[in-house]
């Protein structure tokens, strides 16, 4: 059981340049979401999703674009990285159960644009 | 959801409890208290989380208080991987905001 996996761990942008990272989940959750860290800083909510085929817009959406076309899959893509997109992001599953869930949170992306 | 406030920093021995604090005096009814942990460079880790009652698992137990403004999470006997940056997080139960709102947590360290 992997829980949430994510894709690439490691990555440096030139500005401009696009790209697209990977979360996938293996617990059948039904909400997945997309933070970003940065230096010091709590986790900020870019975008989320509450089922396969929808999302939504988080905290600090601009600038990233988001897709979730299977139930274990969901992608963050920037069309145009900038260096203020410069952090780690952290991909997390969830399955609300009686106003509950619990977050399971991936490994991170540590992403560098220069 | 409820605003949090933790100290920024604790130091444990190893072995010893670890009792974390947090204040949430606005916490409404139906809001629930979440601690989460942060290992260095690692994703956020759910430890724990209590609505009214007392909580226990196998990493932690959750104390809130009668009148819920306030609780602490205790680790029995924190070992050297328990360092971390734990995070009290007040979430609303009604499921209409799906985030975790992350403040600046309490850096846990413990020491040999």
Redesign the interface.
């Known amino acids: 059981n992997a829980g949430v996996t994510q894709t690439p761990k490691f990555r440096v942008l030139k500005t401009g340049q696009s790209m697209t990272l990977l979360c996938a989940q293996d617990m059948n959750h039904e909400y997945m979401y997309w933070y970003r860290q940065d230096p010091g800083m709590g986790l900020r909510l870019i975008h989320y999703s509450v089922g396969e085929g929808t999302t939504a817009k988080g905290e600090v959406p601009d600038g990233y674009n988001v897709s979730r076309l299977k139930k274990q899959n969901f992608l963050l893509g920037l069309e145009s990285a900038a260096p203020s997109q410069t952090s780690v992001y952290f991909c997390a599953s969830s399955r609300w159960t009686s106003g509950r869930d619990i977050q399971y949170f991936g490994a991170g992306t540590r992403l560098s644009v220069l | 959801d409820a605003k949090t406030t933790q100290p920024p920093s604790m130091d444990c021995a190893e072995g010893r409890a670890a009792n974390l604090p947090c204040n949430h005096s606005t916490i409404s009814g139906?809001e629930?208290v979440y601690w989460y942990r942060q290992i260095h460079?690692?994703?956020?880790?759910?430890i724990i989380?209590g609505l009214k009652n007392n909580e226990t698992n196998e990493m932690a137990s959750l104390i809130i208080t009668e009148d819920r403004k306030s609780s602490t999470l205790i680790l029995p006997h924190a070992t050297l991987r328990d360092t971390a940056v734990y995070?009290c997080i007040v979430r609303d139960?009604?499921?209409s905001n799906?985030?975790?709102?992350?403040?600046?947590?309490t850096l846990l360290t413990v020491n040999p």
């Open positions: 139906n629930y460079s690692q994703g956020p880790q759910y989380h995070y139960s009604g499921g799906y985030k975790l709102t992350f403040g600046k947590g």
